[in-house]
């Protein structure tokens, strides 16, 4: 597929920035600003979600599944990290990578949960560094024996309970660690997938329990220069259709009383939720919000994000109310049934696109439409934006931040396929 010529990016551009400027919208302001967002591209997608913690690593327990059986998924570290660097090629801006705990350089030796340490991910600091990246963090509370009961941080039994406190901890260090290192907060994000099958009699049990184990990991204080803590919650998962221990209700309320960060993440949600609505309410009390962007298809089925009403209402709404400092972007999704290389590309490049259609937004001149009272006008309005050439000034972007332009890139993935992917077994 033909790459556009850069003369012809220009003179797009140039014609898209005229008819911006019609409504009063400044394209090189927008550009700057988008530049300087960075999105947190999570590395589980690059290998379903296998971890590198032993060579028999599974998806047991934890109500996570993975569909699919394209070949070429990443085996080791260096074949993850080489994917990543190739997905970042095809992404405009200067990035994050989003980690969990079963992704440490464990050198060939198991090390179990509770007993990793900064030592474990100092490999990921290094590449991060010679390659201008920062870092986020995931404890890893699935995929494991003592996650099996479909309980870990609240389940009844002292022990197990204890041990998933332990991993936590020692995650909240190793996310120190790495803000640290990098020059920029780790946000560490706690998803757990504790709940149950079938309607329960005992819930208030559990919740109790969750919140006491909560409180012991947080006790350990860091500084926000350092890292930051995100709750994750989500409406029902895989063998917690009736029960959720973390439900949004629970997590919202720990995080407001204690300072921290809550994590929306786009497919956790009733299909019918506008997570869009939340930010404006949530941001009333809380300083800042973690967005994980996924594609719920019918269910919470971590689909590639696309450029979708969803997408670009929840970067309008971020814009709208100048809260790009205050929610961090990272995508969370797998899906084996297609190249994962070029799904991490078409997620990432979306969100990017959202956030540029949301930029070129002409917010003063829509909203003294609205205050005047006219809603055919601002309606019409919102249609009539829809036809802005939003696509030359995301050629232009691409342009200058030196990735391939138009469907150019979709060679490269191609290309990387038959060169390095395809040739796994």
Known sequence: ????????IEKGYELARERYAEFGVDTEKALGVLSAVPISVHVWHGDDVGGFERPD???SGGGILVTGAHPGRARTLDELRADLHQAFSLIPGRHR?????????????????????????????????????????????????KADSGFTLSHKEGAIRAFWIEHVKRCREISAFMGRELGSPCIHDLWIPDGTKDTPVDRWSHRRLLSDALDEIYATEYGPAEMK??????????????????????????????????????GHFHPTESIADKLSAILQFSQEVLLHVSRGVRWDSDHVPILNDEIRSLM??????????????????????MNRVGAWAVGARAVLQGLLIALLEPQEKLRQIEDSGDNFARLAMFEELKA???????DYHCLRCEVPTGSAWLGEVARYETEVTAKRD
């Open 97 to 145: 990578v989003n980690l969990h705990a079963m992704y440490g350089d464990f050198a060939g030796t198991f090390v179990e949960r509770d007993r990793i340490a900064p030592e474990h991910f100092r490999s990921w600091v290094q590449w991060a560094k010679e390659e201008g990246l920062k870092l986020d963090f995931n404890a890893t509370c699935f995929s494991h024996p």
């Open 388 to 394: 802005l050439p939003f696509g030359a000034v995301w």
């Open 316 to 337: 309008a709404e971020i814009v709208r109310g100048d809260a790009l400092a205050r929610v961090h972007l990272a995508l969370d999704f797998f899906d084996a049934s």
């Open 229 to 266: 803590d995100a709750l994750e919650s989500k409406l029902f998962g895989i063998g917690s259709e009736s029960f959720v221990v973390g439900s949004h209700d629970f997590y919202l309320g720990y995080a407001l009383l204690h300072g921290k960060m809550i994590c929306l993440d786009t």
């Open 1 to 8: 597929m033909a790459e556009l010529t850069e003369a012809a």
């Open 57 to 59: 690593a599974s998806l």
